[in-house]
C-alpha cells in the first residue's frame, strides 16, 4: 500500500532554532515529492523535488530529496513565530495523471 | 496572481440533503483535482480531471459525483449527505502534471 510517513507528528521550538522535518515514502510510480505549509486554511506550496540530492532553497527553507533511501527533509534556520504551521509532505505517483498521497503533517509551533 | 477560487467558503447543510460546491481553477491550468480534509486529517484525495476527462478516482464516496467544464472550472456534487461528510473541501489545479495549487477550501458542516 501507498504511504507517506512524517515525522515527528508535533514539534515546539524557541525562536532562533533551526529545525529538521522528516518525509519518508513508500510508493508506485514515484514522480515527484511535494512540501506544502497549511497555516488555517488551504496548503500553500513551498517545494517540489523531482531529482535526488539537489537542494531546493527558498530564504529560511530548503529541502533535499534521496530517491534511493525513499525519504526528504525541510530544514528551517533561524525559525520564527510566523513558522508556526503544519507542513505537509505528499507523494505524486501514479500513470497518466496520477494523485498526491499526503502524510499526517509534522506540527510545529515556534515559541518567541 | 490569480489563484485557485472556491464557492461556497461555507456551506451548512443538514443530513439527506444535497450541496454543490464549484472551483475555478488557476487560469490555463487544465487539471483540477478534489480533495477533503477532515479535522485534524490530511487531505485525502477524492477525484481529479484533465481536460474535461476523469482522470483519477481516490476515496470518493458513490454519493458524489463530480465534472470538469468546457471553461475548466469544475464541480463536486454531493448527495444525501451524513454528518461524516463534514470537513474541509480543497480544490487544487496544475498545468499538465506540475505543482498542484490549492485554492482557499470550502467548509462544509452537515447537522
Known amino acids: 500500500e501507498d504511504k507517506v510517513v512524517q515525522s515527528p507528528l508535533s514539534l515546539v521550538v524557541h525562536e532562533g532554532d533551526t529545525v529538521t522535518l522528516n518525509c519518508s515514502y513508500e510508493v508506485t510510480n514515484f514522480r515527484s515529492l511535494l512540501w506544502y505549509k497549511q497555516e488555517k486554511k488551504a496548503p500553500t506550496f513551498l517545494f517540489m523535488l523531482?531529482?535526488?540530492?539537489i537542494e531546493k532553497k527558498s530564504g529560511r527553507l530548503s529541502s533535499i530529496l534521496d530517491k534511493k533511501e525513499l525519504f526528504s527533509i525541510l530544514n528551517i534556520t533561524a525559525t520564527q513565530t510566523g513558522d508556526s504551521a503544519i507542513y505537509l509532505c505528499?507523494?505524486?505517483?501514479?500513470?497518466?495523471?496520477?494523485?498526491?498521497?499526503f502524510g499526517k503533517g509534522t506540527k510545529l509551533s515556534v515559541k518567541p | 496572481a490569480a489563484g485557485v477560487i472556491q464557492s461556497p467558503r461555507h456551506l451548512i447543510k443538514e443530513k439527506r440533503e444535497t450541496a454543490t460546491l464549484k472551483c475555478y481553477p488557476i487560469?490555463?491550468?487544465?487539471?483540477v483535482y478534489w480533495y477533503q480534509q477532515g479535522p485534524g486529517q490530511d487531505p485525502q484525495f477524492l477525484i481529479s480531471f484533465y481536460e474535461k476527462m476523469q482522470s483519477d478516482k481516490g476515496s470518493i464516496p458513490d454519493r458524489f459525483s463530480a465534472q470538469q467544464f468546457s471553461d475548466y472550472h469544475s464541480e463536486l456534487n454531493m448527495s444525501s449527505l451524513e454528518l461524516g461528510d463534514s470537513a474541509l473541501y480543497f480544490c487544487a489545479s496544475s498545468a499538465s502534471l506540475e505543482t498542484q495549487y490549492f485554492g482557499p477550501g470550502t467548509r462544509l458542516l452537515v447537522l
Open positions: 487560469p490555463r491550468h487544465d487539471t
Open positions: 523531482t531529482s535526488s540530492g
Open positions: 505528499a507523494v505524486w505517483h501514479g500513470g497518466s495523471q496520477g494523485n498526491l498521497i
